[in-house]
Each structure stands twice: as structure tokens, then as C-alpha cells.
């Protein structure tokens, strides 16, 4: 069975003449929590739109559990898109009732069960309409999770929800990938709630998928650090540890990074110029998680 | 399939305007029996129900009809409701065939038609039994015309439903589909079929053409009679047919291209 739950290749959807999804290649691995970032209109929608069979894609592959036969695979997913897909007339229980009776479950009990996990185990008579936005989403996740899917896309599913509801909805995401091993892509555009569960990343601009990376990168990527740009870099790293005692450094595309010593440019910079080592460039580097994002989103770090 | 048409069910069961439009239903057809009886009456020259052969199989005739414009305002807004919700992309995500998706709606619409008109039809058959006499249903074929009559009476009122089918898939929004399907029923017997009766006579020159033949509200007021001729039935249902077959491609193809927003 293949690794990867998600796999598209140069994915690609057209309106009107223009490319809203851009040869998109995305691969999401079992497991993760794949958080696909892009700012409104990037494609984000209408990438998971076509994943899921709700539209067309004018170009390109995807494969599903490592199949080309999509509609096997979407049997083995649940999807919460936009906003809340429910029915308002009726209560909770009736609304994960439809669906399990369209996915054919037998076991009345499993109803029961999804509220409990979503927490709606105790809403009663209480018709949908009259649920609040984090309690909407919730129930969508519920009708999302009945089947006991493997793969779960949830779009935007923190969209217009107050911080406690974020949190509930955050909380929910990480309970169902360790508990229940349910691999999710999550978009969003809200940048700093990614960052607190998400095991991958995948940066959407343009319709164009312009980064994917790890969490633990990103770490990397984000912190704070002496970027320096010299003339012979292997000579220059070998003094910083000999002279300064400096091990928190690595040496990429030319280019040496500084994870410590933050505050000691001046002196790096003196020591290096003392060996003859001729400085091009030093700078000091970071941004936050959200800085970071926006940056990547706006086509600014693509080859950070 | 199957498990796809019993969630169908269930929303409907589940939907209070289902109830509601059948009651109404249930009251016009009582009322359309009660305004009958007070026709006995009329220009002060009193006339017997027995005379003027009224009875439960007649009132039968008279109440059937009463379904059809209350099966279009439930059949117009339960078939656009999913996208309303957005719960047709929970349907559609799931790797079910969006044939499937608008045959199952077609097969309970079908069953909207059928349960009102003989719930149309139970009630001014009651109703004009207990105001007036059963009528002789003993006679050889009375029980079989009765049923022929219901038959194609359901049939001609599939062929309409099947064109607001199609228009709650294509619009896609209750309000917009109901205000449609109410401008269909009024529109195109009253204004288009004259116009092209008009346009046959006037400016093509074609003599005796009546365009009311090709649709379907001739044959939902004609095949309300125990007495119908075999031209008319053989006509009407390949009108009928034609009807639901073209309705239900289009629908069916216009759903499968058009992306779920």
C-alpha cells in the first residue's frame, strides 16, 4: 500500500482561460496534519474542490490511497468544506443519521459515538439552525467522520469561530489524528493556529504551490539567526567554531547561518575580517510564524 | 444506490413541509368537493347531486388534480435544498455518481407525486361519498378505470415534476426554483402555447396545429375522466414520456457538468 494518502501531479483547474489551480503537486503522507496555507482566492478551495470529485480538473493527476480510481478512495474520506454542510431542520442526531445511512452503516450506535467524539454527545431535540458557528462546525465534522474515514479535508474549519472555538476545533483535529490515525489537510488562512498542529506544510500562491515543508523546518526557518555571505564559506565556518566557540551553525547554499550568539555580529565580523575572510554581506534574520507565512505567501522567501 | 434513496427518504420524512403541503393538499381537496356541492345551488334552480351525477368517484375526479401544485411547491424546494445547504457536497465527495445523486432525487419526487394525489384522491373520494353516495362501483370496470385514470393522472404529473427536477438542478437555489416552476405552470400554458399556436397559424400558415396537444396540462386536466379516449391516451403518453426522458437527460447532464460550489 502506498505511503502516501494524497498524491497530485502538475493538478491543474481552469476558469474562464485562467489557471486558478497551477500544476499542483502535492503529496501528504499517513499521518500528518498537513496545513495548506494561501491567502484568499489562492486556490486552496478549489484544490480540495477537485480532490474530492466536486469539480472537474482541467489537467493533471491525482492518486488516492495510492489509486487512480478516485471514487474508491473518496469512499475512504470525509470532507468539511467552507462552511457548515448541514440540514438546519434537523437535531444533531438526525443530521449524522443521513449520513450514516448514505454510507450504509448498520451500527445505529456509531452515531452516538461520533457526537461524542465531536462533543454534541448531549444536544438533545436542538435543531441545527439553532446551534452556534463552533457547534455547526462540529456537527459537520461528525457528518464528516461517519464511515470512520481515513484521509479528512477540512476547509477553513476555524472560519468565523471565536478563540475558544478555535481551540475546541484545534483540539478536535489533534484528538482525531493520535487517537483515531486519521491523516488531515486542514486550509486555513489564520496563520498562528496552523502552527500549533500542523506536521506539514503546503503554501499555496496564485493557484501555484510555491513551498512544502516539515514542521520541524520550520522551526528552523522561522527562528531568529546571523545570515552571512562570505568569500570562501568553508574557511570562514571552521574560524566561527575555532575562534568563537560557535557550534549552532550550518553552512547552506553558500550561505552560514548563525543560530546563536545572537548578539555578537560585531565580533564574528572583526574576527572573520582578521583572517582575511571578505564579508559580503551580515544580517540578522527572523520572523514569527504568521511574518513568515505571509512572506511565503506573497512569493518573498520561496527559496528560503 | 439503495442507501442513497433511503437517506433521500429519511430528509424527507424528516422535513415538516412535507406534512404541511400534504394537509393543504388534503384541505383543497375538500374544499374543491365542498364548492361542487355549492354549485347545486346556483341561479336558484335547485338541482339533486344525483342529478347532476355527482358522487365519490366523480369528486375522485375533481380531487386528484389538487395535488399537482402543492407536489411542485414540495418537489421545488426539496430537490434544491442540498445545495441551499451545501449538503450535497457530503453526498458528492463520497465517490457517488452524480447520475445516482439525481436519480435518487427523481425516485423520491416520485413518490411526492404518487403518496398527494392518493392522498388527493382518498380524501374527495371520502368526502364526496359521505356528502353525496359512493357511486356504483360495482360495474365491470370501474375499479380498473378507476386505477387507469390514476395512473396516467400520476404519469402526466411525473412529466411536470420531471421539468422541476431539472430546474432545481440547474438553478440550484429554493427560492429562485419555486418562483420557476410556479412561472412554468402559468406561463407556458397560458402565454407560450398561444403564442405558438399564433406564430403556427399567422405566419407559417399550418392550419389546425394546436401546440396544448404537446404539453403536459392538457393531459393533467384530460386524464382526469374514467371515459378517455385511446387517441388521447396513446398521445399523451408518449407526451408524457418524451417529457421525462428529455427532462431527466438534460437534468442528469447539466449536474454532471457543472462543478458543486
Known sequence: ???????????????????????????????????????????????????????????????????????????????????????????????????????????????????????????????????????????????????????????????????????????????????????????????????????????????????????????????????????????????????????????????????????????????????????????????????????LMEGEVQNA | MLNLILSDFYKLFKRKSFYVCALIAMVMSCLGVVLLNSMLSIGGIEVTAKEMGYNGIYALTTGLGEATLLVTILVSMFVPSEFAFGTIKNIASKGISRVSIYLSKFIVCTFICFIYTLLCGITSFTLGSIMWETGDLSGQNVILDILRMFGLFLLAQLALESIFIMVGFIIRQTGGTVASNLAITIVVPGVIISFIDFACSAWLKIENFSAAKYWISDYLNSFLSLSISQEVINRGLIVCICYIVASTAIGIYTFYKRDIK
Open chain 1, 1 to 295: 500500500m502506498s505511503e502516501y494518502v494524497l498524491k497530485t501531479t502538475d493538478l491543474t483547474k481552469t476558469y474562464s482561460h485562467t489557471d486558478v489551480v497551477d500544476k499542483v503537486n502535492i503529496e501528504i503522507k499517513k499521518g500528518d496534519i498537513y496545513g495548506f496555507i494561501g491567502k484568499n482566492g489562492a486556490g486552496k478551495t478549489t484544490t480540495i474542490r477537485v480532490v474530492v470529485g466536486l469539480a472537474s480538473q482541467s489537467k493533471g493527476d491525482i492518486e488516492l490511497f495510492g489509486d487512480k480510481h478516485l471514487n474508491k478512495g473518496r469512499k475512504k474520506i470525509g470532507t468539511v468544506i467552507e462552511y457548515p454542510a448541514i440540514y438546519p431542520y434537523m437535531t444533531a442526531k438526525e443530521n449524522v443519521d443521513t449520513q450514516r445511512i448514505l454510507l450504509g452503516v448498520k451500527d445505529k450506535s456509531k452515531t452516538n459515538e461520533i457526537l461524542d467524539i465531536v462533543g454534541l454527545g448531549n444536544t438533545g431535540k436542538k435543531k441545527a439552525k439553532n446551534f452556534s458557528l463552533g457547534m455547526k462546525q462540529r456537527l459537520a465534522i461528525a457528518l464528516a467522520l461517519i464511515g470512520d474515514p481515513e484521509f479528512l479535508f477540512l476547509d477553513e474549519p476555524t472560519n468565523g469561530l471565536d478563540p475558544t472555538g478555535i481551540k475546541e476545533i484545534r483540539d478536535l483535529i489533534l484528538k482525531l489524528n493520535k487517537e483515531h490515525n486519521i491523516t488531515v489537510m486542514v486550509s486555513s488562512h489564520i496563520l498562528g493556529e496552523l502552527a500549533k498542529i500542523a506536521t506539514r506544510y503546503g503554501v499555496i500562491s496564485k493557484g501555484k504551490l510555491v513551498k512544502e515543508f516539515y514542521a520541524n523546518d520550520l522551526e528552523n526557518l522561522v527562528r531568529s539567526k546571523i545570515k552571512i555571505k562570505v568569500n570562501d564559506p568553508q574557511t570562514a565556518i571552521s574560524l566561527l567554531k575555532q575562534q568563537l566557540n560557535i557550534e549552532n551553525c550550518e553552512l547552506k547554499d553558500d550561505t552560514i547561518y548563525i543560530y546563536d550568539h545572537l548578539d555578537e555580529s560585531g565580533k564574528i565580523n572583526s574576527m572573520l575580517a582578521k583572517h582575511d575572510i571578505i564579508i559580503e554581506s551580515i544580517s540578522k534574520e527572523g520572523d514569527d510564524y504568521e511574518e513568515f507565512f505571509i512572506k
